[in-house]
């Protein structure tokens, strides 16, 4: 049988289309670090990725560390030794071997000065994923609608800003559910903490009773980030001079703005427990 053009060109482009492969490029992401808002849920599981690109300083990372940053995480790889592989490689040679752990030092901040900085020392490798928590400045709290708590921290002794404090506010919705909530204070001790998840008064009730607990450090330096596992708790002044307490008791409403403060003081004013 006679072979016609649109035979020939069927061929051509087949035989076009054929591929050799010479060498793969093998190469697998070790690790990845997230960024969670803090704020954001009660849990860490719960946490939303911060959507915004942090600047990442690193003070101890191993020498061949190779890394991708993107708004929410920061993947991770060791340059491999055998990254090239000749030919087409097979499904053996493409499967990723252990990776020994490795140690990752630094700290993450965000330029626009919504979150705080945050320092993090972490071992990584095992290819799970590892979290770092950071949490808003009073700038990243949005407070329209919501209703929150705001005020500053200051230590007793020293009249000195409560920089980078940690804040948990545990609100009773009934005798059998509560509510948790997080914040941190700035560098200066301001805080603001948003109640975005407070759900309508009961025709019953009038506020919701809440507890506010802090933790952190005098010697904290308010230009650094803070390494907040040194923190500690601290009693708080309530509103009668020197009645100091690890919680500070008051009521919240849903759309509310709150400012809280010591007896005759425009802060509250903290000390070690």
């Known amino acids: 049988m006679a072979e016609t053009d649109a035979d020939e060109d069927v061929l051509e482009y087949a035989d076009a289309t054929r591929v050799r492969v010479l ?31 942090l600047s990442v300083r690193l003070d101890a990372a191993p020498r061949d560390l190779r890394m991708v940053h993107r708004p929410g995480q920061l993947a991770l790889w060791r340059r491999p030794q055998d990254g090239m592989i000749a030919g087409q490689a097979t499904p053996e040679q493409v499967a990723q071997a252990p ?7 630094g700290t993450v901040s965000d330029a626009t000065g919504h979150f705080n900085p945050a320092r993090f020392a972490l071992t990584l490798g095992a290819g799970d994923g590892v ?9 990243g709290v949005a407070l329209s609608g919501s209703g929150g708590v705001i005020g500053s921290l200051r230590f007793a002794g020293s009249n000195a800003p409560a920089a980078w404090a940690l804040l948990e506010l ?19 001790g301001d805080f603001a903490l ?16 809440a507890l506010l ?37 008051m009521a919240v409403r849903p759309g509310e703005i709150r400012r ?10 903290v000390q070690p427990a």
């Open 23 to 53: 060498e793969t490029n093998v190469l697998h992401v070790d690790d990845v670090v997230y960024w969670l808002d803090g704020a954001s849920a009660a849990s860490e599981a719960d946490m939303n990725r911060i959507d915004r690109r």
């Open 99 to 105: 990776v020994p752990p490795f140690v990752l030092e």
């Open 131 to 139: 979290a770092v928590v950071l949490y808003p400045t009073p700038l």
């Open 170 to 188: 545990e609100v009773e919705l009934s005798a059998a559910e509560t509510q948790l909530y997080r914040a941190q204070a700035d560098r200066r």
């Open 194 to 209: 948003a109640l975005n998840r407070l759900p309508p008064l009961p025709q019953s009730a009038t506020e919701y009773p």
């Open 213 to 249: 607990r802090v933790r952190a450090i005098e010697t904290a330096m308010p230009d650094s980030a803070p390494d907040t596992d040194a923190f500690v708790e601290q009693e708080l002044e309530a509103n009668a001079a020197a009645d100091f307490s690890t919680q500070f008791a």
């Open 260 to 269: 809280i403060q010591s007896f005759d003081k425009p802060y509250v004013a």
